[in-house]
């Protein structure tokens, strides 16, 4: 039955409401003051403040946006039209860089040699969320293809197409993409590393995809020399091949203008910003209004200047006692996951050995980078916003395919940091907490030990345990793609990540989809595991103390609550459809219900008779 928490109802401008989105856009006003300060300045300001304060001035200078309609296309559309044959596509296709259109272009850590960084293309080229939008036949996925051929069409329009030809063109643009989403991996198919991992020459590439003008490609791109890369998806790369050759170039130059219209539509007029909000928010995610305009453009700066904006948000919401605390607990619970491996009846020896020399090489990163990422090449200019938006895209895009054939950088981040967010990286081994979710009510070092294990420390857990869940036990200590395991050790934890499997798949996401239970096994592995291992780690750290119930609660149950808090959140439909498809996490009630009905410990401290509805029969453990 759909809820409506009174209290609490989804802000008309959000697609779902809770701790997270609260402390994010806390955090939001926070950076909107460093900004607004930072634009207040004048030329004596330090570098890095005049590149987020002009950033931020021309993104809010309504009135230049306005004025300026359609015209910051102008030269890519130009460029588009200028195509004379499809070999021309390879240069449009560069002269678009960080869009993947109609692949994506990277560096990648080597999978076999986790300290070389290599060239990497993968799939890409499509405008919906997911491969599963262009291809599932159900009578919402049909309905929702309608809706975007319609978006595509009137924003088609918007530039100036007669009706008819707009309409013509958004068909096109649908057929290509759906040729392009047959081509590509599922997201599950995704979680493999082995099925994402091609190293081959450079002339592999061009025989598997003889059509498209690579060395030019490459060239344009930075890279002329070009020896060996990874291809991720070669089938895509196939079907990318016979769908230029299919298509003529009209239909490609329809496509292309598209991508190109699509990718720079929120930074251009109210006419263009409206359009795909009403169908990227609104029909897509089920958001009601578009955010006001300052946090569109904190989120923009946060995007492209992330490490700039940073640094100022760090020094007001981060002070150094904060990230001592923060390293204590993370500490705290990799003891407790050296101990959880030592104790586990299913894991071989030998294989614990290899898990625990994992553990202990894991870098933990908390709060911001140690060394700041230098945006001085990137232009920032006071009265040039889309240039701003272009130059920054380019210099991001840069900076990426700058390290192939360079030593890994283990220092780098890939989460800013005010983000509200955490991440595990099995190729560099590493755990990441940024500042942004380091603040209460998640960390709150002026709160008991007891919700601060059950909420941060759980987190921290998640984390960690990822380093060992289906993707990432595929990788060693030092980042490399390679079967440490025993093939019983491998069996035996499929067995119980299988049991975790069933028991999510169980659950409905919304409507009639249930979650994807391969899906969101990695991240429900983290979950239970994390838990396990915050409780652990909170019993280490009080034990001998005489702990008392506040507010009625017992500590057991305040770990709990503070567990079930974060992850109190309500969700817009349309949103949970979408994340049913693409989001490896599941939807926040599973994350707390899931975890603590295969929890001993919490049908003990809430003394919940055997049967009851959070108690499962089969309990799930995998750590
Ligand atoms: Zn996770």
Redo the contacts with the bound molecule.
């Keep these: 039955m759909p809820h409506t928490p009174q209290k609490n109802p989804i802000p008309p401008d959000k697609t779902s409401w809770g701790a997270v989105a609260k402390l994010s856009d806390d955090n939001k006003v926070l950076q909107r003051e460093i900004l607004e300060e930072a634009a207040t300045g004048g030329p004596g300001r330090e570098p890095v403040k005049q590149k987020i304060g002009d950033y931020y001035a021309t993104c809010m200078d309504e009135k230049a946006v306005e004025t300026a309609g359609a015209n910051p296309l102008k030269d890519g559309l130009a460029r588009i039209d200028r195509m004379r044959s499809k070999r021309d596509i390879a240069k449009i296709a560069a002269s678009m860089p960080g869009l993947n259109v109609p692949f994506n272009f990277q560096s990648d850590q080597d999978y076999k040699n986790s300290s070389q960084v290599i060239a990497e293309v993968d799939q890409g080229g499509l405008a919906l969320p997911d491969r599963d939008y262009y291809l599932k036949t159900d009578a919402k996925s049909v309905e929702l293809r309608q809706a975007y051929v319609a978006h595509v069409q009137k924003m088609f329009e918007l530039l100036g197409d007669a009706p008819g030809v707009a309409a013509t063109e958004a068909q096109t643009v649908l057929r290509i993409e759906t040729a392009l989403a047959n081509g590509s991996l599922t997201q599950v198919e995704r979680r493999d590393p082995k099925l994402l991992y091609h190293k081959m020459t450079f002339h592999d590439l061009e025989a598997l995809s003889p059509s498209f003008r690579w060395k030019k490609y490459f060239s344009l791109a930075g890279q002329p020399g070009l020896q060996s890369l990874n291809v991720t998806a070669p089938d895509f790369f196939k079907t990318m091949d016979a769908t230029l050759k299919k298509e003529n170039l009209a239909s490609w130059k329809a496509y292309l203008r598209w991508q190109w219209l699509h990718a720079n539509a929120s930074y251009l007029s109210s006419a263009f910003v409206d359009a795909d909000f009403d169908f990227f928010g609104k029909t897509l995610t089920g958001a009601q209004e578009l955010q006001p305009r300052w946090k569109r453009c904190v989120n923009y700066a946060d995007n492209d200047l992330g490490e700039a904006l940073g640094q100022a948000y760090v020094q007001r919401a981060f002070p150094p006692e904060a990230k001592q605390r923060a390293q204590k607990v993370v500490q705290q619970i990799e003891e407790a996951m050296q101990q959880d491996i030592d104790g586990l009846p299913w894991m071989s020896p030998a294989t614990k050995q290899q898990a625990v020399e994992k553990l202990h090489t894991l870098a933990n990163k908390i709060g911001y980078p140690d060394k700041w990422r230098d945006y001085s090449a990137l232009t920032i200019a006071r009265d040039d916003y889309m240039g701003n938006v272009l130059r920054a895209r380019v210099f991001e895009f840069n900076r990426r395919i700058a390290k192939i054939g360079k030593p890994l950088d283990r220092g780098e981040w890939d989460m800013t940091p005010p983000t509200v967010n955490a991440y595990y990286n099995p190729q560099v081994n590493d755990i990441n907490f940024p500042a942004g979710i380091l603040q209460p009510p998640f960390f709150d070092p002026t709160a008991d030990d007891a919700p601060n294990y059950g909420d941060t420390g759980a987190t921290i857990g ?2 960690l345990t ?1 380093g060992f869940d289906d993707e990432g036990r595929q990788f060693d200590a030092q980042g490399n793609l390679r079967d440490w395991w025993t093939a019983e050790d491998g069996k035996q934890f499929d067995e119980r990540a299988s049991c975790i499997s069933d028991q999510y798949s169980q659950y409905v996401a919304v409507d009639d989809i249930k979650i994807n239970g391969q899906l969101t096994m990695g ?1 429900n592995v ?1 979950d239970l595991g994390g838990m396990m291992l915050a409780y652990m780690a909170w019993k280490t750290e009080t034990r001998g103390q005489k702990l008392d119930s506040i507010d009625g609660f017992t500590p057991e149950q305040r770990f709990f609550i503070g567990f079930g808090q974060s992850w109190c959140a309500d969700t817009r439909d349309e949103a949970k459809r979408m994340y049913a498809t693409i989001d490896p996490h599941s939807p926040d009630k599973y994350r707390a219900n899931g975890v603590v009905s295969n929890t001993p410990e919490f049908q003990q401290a809430f003394q919940c008779k055997a049967g009851s509805a959070m108690v499962r029969e089969k309990r799930c453990r995998v750590w």
């Design positions: 998640h984390e990822h991240e983290a």
